[in-house]
């Protein structure tokens, strides 16, 4: 499997980028998972239902499936620091790519997403797992860098980007030490 991440500061256009990219590796074959970071309260489960109702009432995992589509929810006594490692190894080992949304912090190779209008930092001269930028105004990057610049406008030019260049994105789990 393949797995790439998407960092950039909120607003700057990783979730627009990731959803075009699914189609556009669709397209070419390839099965997509994503993983995304999401702040401490979400919540994917709605009151009244009998998943909710099972958690609510202590479940530590609840596990609901159709003939569609599976969902597990786990609920931890304590805060859990998952590392994005942890989250890629709970998937599916069949997929083709894994696009992975936040952990802008990670240890994976990423793709920055930037926007000049965001009046945000760029990342890539500080972080040297910037293996290219994606951004809507390439000349008004605040560095000049070898890294490959793509259009962030156009998911299906990034996507054939990550196909050309899928031996570097390789995940090896045994270089992760998982501690659980």
């Known amino acids: 499997m393949n797995v790439v991440a998407f960092a950039g500061y909120s607003g700057s256009g990783k979730t627009m980028l990731v959803e075009g990219l699914i189609p556009a590796l669709r397209?070419?074959?390839?099965?997509v998972s994503v993983v995304k970071h999401a702040h401490h309260n979400f919540d994917i489960d709605h009151p009244g239902k009998d998943t909710y109702r099972h958690r609510e009432a202590g479940a530590f995992e609840v596990v609901v499936a159709s003939d569609r589509r599976l969902a597990l929810m786990r609920e931890f006594e304590q805060p859990a620091a998952l590392?994005?490692?942890?989250?890629?190894?709970?998937?599916y080992d069949g997929v083709d790519w894994v696009l992975v949304e936040g952990f802008k912090n990670s240890d994976l190779l990423k793709v920055e997403?930037?926007?000049a209008d965001s009046g945000k930092p760029a990342r890539y001269p500080d972080d040297d797992f910037v293996v290219a930028i994606a951004t809507d105004s390439p000349a008004?990057?605040?560095e000049t860098t070898l890294?490959?610049?793509?259009?962030l406008n156009s998911p299906d030019a990034v996507a054939q980007w990550l196909v050309d260049n899928q031996d570097r994105f390789v995940?090896?789990?045994?270089?992760y030490v998982m501690n659980t």
């Not at 397209?27 to 099965?31: A, E, N, Q």
């Not at 590392?83 to 998937?91: G, Q, T």
């Open 147 to 151: 890294r490959p610049v793509l259009d």
């Open 171 to 175: 995940y090896n789990a045994d270089l």
């Open 140 to 142: 008004q990057l605040p």
């Open 27 to 31: 397209l070419r074959g390839l099965r």
């Open 113 to 115: 997403v930037w926007r």
């Open 83 to 91: 590392s994005v490692h942890h989250l890629i190894a709970e998937l």
